[in-house]
C-alpha cells in the first residue's frame, strides 16, 4: 500500500499535519517511536511518567560548559502529553526579526492570527477562573510588590461544569480528530531514515518495514528531525542553529504551603520578556531533590518541607546556539551547545532578578541551584550568591528546543522554504518546531501549531 502522506512524528507538528491531511480524505500514516500512553494514565511529573513518555528517561544534555540538560518527549502526542500546558501567540517582533533574517514569506503576525484562533478554539485555551494556585501568587505578590509586569499565562485545558479540569493534548484533540477522519497511528515504530532517488523521497524505512508514501512530513522535533534528515544524506544547513530558552532555577521556601505536587505556577513574569521571562516549575520532592543536588549533603534535610517549598526559574533568549548531529552507528544524536559569556551575564542577571523577587514575597530561604550555591535568607545575600555561579558551577536547563531545520527563502542559511518544504526534495517536508530560526522567549507550541497549520494549508493547495 502507498500512503498519500507519511508523517513521522505525532507530536503538535504532527498531530496538525495529520489531521488536517486526513480531513482532507488522504490516506495518512504517522509515525511515531514512543508509546501509546493513555492521558491521565501516568501522574503528572513523576518518575512514571519520566520513564514512559520521556526519552532517555527525561535525562537527556547538551555537551557544553556547562552542559545543557534538557527533557525530550518520546510518546504518541509529543510534547503535549508532558508539558504544562502554558500557551503563548509568539512576539509580533520576534516574528518579524525572524522574517527579516531568513527571508521567510507571511510569517508576520496578521498572517498567523487566522491559524493562532483555530488552535486557541481547539485547544479551549482559557485562563482559570478563580484564585490562582498558591505557587502563582507567589510570583503574582512579588512581581506587584517590585512593580513588574506578569500574568497568568492561559492554558489549554477543558473545563467543564462539575468536572475537572482537562488539558487538552494531542491525543485528546488533534490525533483524536485525526483518526476519526481515517488516518492511521502506529506507536513503537523507528524510523531509522529517508529512501531517496534524485530530488524524490521513495520510502521511509523503519525498524519492521518499509513505508511507500506520496509526501513525506518530518516532524521528529528539533533534536530528531535533523537527525533523520543527516541519516538519509540531507545535511545542508541541517542541525546547526539549535536554539532554546536557557534556564536556571531556585528553591524557595515560604512560611505558608504552597506546593501542589500535580500542579506548577501558571503566573509568569514579563517585565522583561521576551529576552527573559521568570516563572514557576514541577515541585514534586523528586524535582526538588534535583534542584538541590548542587548542594545535597548540606540541604539534603530541607525536602522534609516540601510542602513548604516551590522551584520557580528565570530563562532567556539565548545568543550561544547548537548543533545536532548523527554519528553513523549510533543510535542517538550527539547534541552540543555553547553558552556565550552574554548568556551567563543573562542568566546571572534573571537569577538575581528572581530571588530579588521571591525575597518580596517573603521566601525565608531560597537555595539556588547550582554547585556550592549557599543558603539566602537576606536580601543583601542575593548579589554575592548570584555572582557566585561560575561556568563551572552553573546547572542549566532548557524544555524548548528550535532552529534546526530553519525555514526560509535564504538558502544560504535556510533547510526548507518558508512553508516547509525541503529544498532540494520535491516531496518532503518538515513541519515541527525545528523549522523555527529561534527560541521564542515563551513556551513555543502555540507558535509552532500555528505555523503548521499554515503549511500544511498550502501543502494541502499544491495537492488539489
Known amino acids: 500500500m502507498t500512503y498519500d502522506v507519511a508523517v513521522v512524528g505525532s507530536g503538535p507538528g504532527g498531530a496538525v499535519t495529520a489531521r488536517e491531511c486526513a480531513r482532507r480524505g488522504l490516506r495518512v500514516v504517522v509515525l511515531e517511536e514512543g508509546a501509546w500512553v493513555e492521558p491521565g494514565s501516568a501522574e503528572p511529573y513523576s518518575l512514571d511518567q519520566m520513564r514512559r513518555q520521556y526519552r532517555n528517561q527525561g535525562l537527556t544534555v547538551a555537551l557544553g560548559r556547562p552542559p545543557v540538560a534538557y527533557t525530550e518527549a518520546?510518546?504518541?502526542?509529543?510534547?503535549?502529553?508532558v508539558n504544562s500546558g502554558l500557551y503563548h501567540r509568539?512576539?509580533?517582533?520576534?516574528?518579524?526579526?525572524?522574517?527579516?533574517?531568513?527571508?521567510?514569506?507571511?510569517?508576520?503576525?496578521?498572517?498567523?492570527?487566522?491559524?493562532?484562533?483555530?488552535v486557541e478554539e481547539r485547544l479551549s485555551i482559557s485562563t482559570p477562573p478563580g484564585p490562582m494556585n498558591a505557587a502563582s501568587d507567589?510570583?503574582?505578590?512579588?512581581?506587584?510588590?517590585?512593580?513588574?509586569?506578569?500574568?497568568?499565562?492561559?492554558?489549554?485545558?477543558?473545563?467543564?461544569?462539575?468536572?475537572?479540569?482537562?488539558?487538552?493534548?494531542?491525543?485528546r484533540t488533534y490525533l483524536a480528530d485525526a483518526v476519526?477522519?481515517?488516518?492511521?497511528?502506529?506507536?513503537?515504530?523507528?524510523?531509522?531514515?529517508?529512501?531517496?532517488?534524485?530530488d524524490r523521497v521513495t520510502g521511509v524505512v523503519t525498524?519492521?518495514?518499509?513505508?511507500r508514501a506520496e509526501h513525506v512530513v518530518v516532524c521528529g522535533g528539533a533534536v530528531q528531525s535533523p537527525a533523520l534528515l543527516q541519516r538519509s544524506g540531507l545535511r545542508r544547513n541541517v542541525g546547526r542553529g539549535l536554539s532554546m530558552h536557557p534556564t536556571v532555577k531556585v528553591l524557595a521556601q515560604l512560611d505558608e504551603e504552597v506546593n501542589d505536587p500535580a500542579d506548577l505556577a501558571?503566573?509568569?513574569?514579563?517585565?522583561?520578556?521576551?529576552?527573559?521571562?521568570?516563572?514557576?516549575?514541577?515541585?514534586?520532592?523528586?524535582?526538588?531533590?534535583?534542584?538541590?543536588?548542587?548542594?545535597?549533603?548540606?540541604?539534603?534535610e530541607l525536602g522534609a518541607d516540601w510542602r513548604r517549598q516551590s522551584v520557580y526559574y528565570a530563562s532567556i533568549r539565548s545568543q550561544g546556539t547548537g548543533r545536532v548531529r548523527a554519528v553513523p552507528g549510533v543510535r542517538?544524536?550527539?547534541?552540543?551547545?555553547?553558552?556565550?559569556?552574554?548568556?551567563?551575564?543573562?542568566?546571572?542577571?534573571?537569577?538575581?532578578?528572581?530571588?530579588?523577587?521571591?525575597?518580596?514575597?517573603?521566601?525565608?530561604?531560597?537555595?539556588?541551584?547550582?554547585?556550592?550555591?549557599?543558603?539566602?535568607?537576606a536580601p543583601e545575600q542575593v548579589g554575592p550568591a548570584v555572582e557566585a555561579m561560575s561556568r563551572a558551577a552553573a546547572a542549566v536547563m532548557s524544555v524548548?528546543?528550535?532552529?534546526?531545520?530553519?525555514?526560509?527563502?535564504?538558502?544560504?542559511?535556510?533547510?526548507?522554504?518558508?512553508?516547509?518544504?525541503?529544498?532540494?526534495?520535491?516531496?518532503?517536508?518538515?513541519?515541527?518546531?525545528?523549522?523555527?530560526?529561534?527560541?521564542?522567549?515563551?513556551?513555543?507550541?502555540?507558535?509552532?501549531?500555528?505555523?503548521?497549520?499554515?503549511?500544511?494549508?498550502?501543502?494541502?493547495?499544491?495537492?488539489?
Not at 153 to 166: K, L, M, N, S, Y
Not at 180 to 190: F, H, I, L
Not at 290 to 297: A, H, I
Not at 423 to 435: F, K, R
Open 138 to 171: 507567589v510570583l503574582r505578590r512579588g512581581a506587584e510588590a517590585l512593580g513588574w509586569d506578569g500574568l497568568d499565562v492561559p492554558r489549554w485545558v477543558r473545563r467543564d461544569a462539575g468536572a475537572a479540569p482537562v488539558k487538552q493534548t494531542m491525543l
Open 207 to 211: 525498524d519492521r518495514e518499509v513505508i
Open 90 to 118: 509568539a512576539d509580533a517582533q520576534v516574528l518579524q526579526e525572524w522574517s527579516s533574517a531568513h527571508a521567510i514569506e507571511g510569517l508576520g503576525l496578521a498572517d498567523l492570527v487566522p491559524w493562532f484562533e483555530a
Open 74 to 81: 518520546s510518546c504518541v502526542g509529543g510534547g503535549s502529553e
Open 332 to 377: 542517538d544524536p550527539v547534541v552540543t551547545y555553547h553558552l556565550t559569556r552574554r548568556d551567563l551575564a543573562a542568566l546571572r542577571a534573571g537569577m538575581g532578578r528572581l530571588m530579588v523577587l521571591l525575597s518580596a514575597a517573603g521566601a525565608q530561604l531560597q537555595v539556588p541551584s547550582y554547585v556550592g550555591a549557599p543558603r539566602v535568607s
Open 266 to 300: 501558571t503566573y509568569q513574569v514579563k517585565e522583561f520578556a521576551p529576552a527573559m521571562t521568570i516563572g514557576g516549575s514541577a515541585g514534586r520532592p523528586g524535582m526538588i531533590a534535583l534542584g538541590l543536588s548542587g548542594t545535597w549533603d548540606r540541604d539534603r
Open 400 to 464: 524548548h528546543l528550535c532552529g534546526t531545520v530553519p525555514m526560509g527563502e535564504d538558502v544560504r542559511r535556510s533547510a526548507t522554504d518558508s512553508f516547509g518544504r525541503v529544498h532540494g526534495v520535491a516531496n518532503l517536508s518538515v513541519n515541527d518546531a525545528s523549522l523555527l530560526p529561534s527560541a521564542p522567549g515563551v513556551n513555543p507550541q502555540g507558535t509552532l501549531m500555528a505555523v503548521a497549520h499554515r503549511n500544511v494549508d498550502r501543502l494541502l493547495e499544491g495537492s488539489r
Open 180 to 198: 476519526a477522519a481515517g488516518a492511521e497511528v502506529r506507536s513503537g515504530v523507528r524510523v531509522e531514515r529517508l529512501r531517496l532517488a534524485g
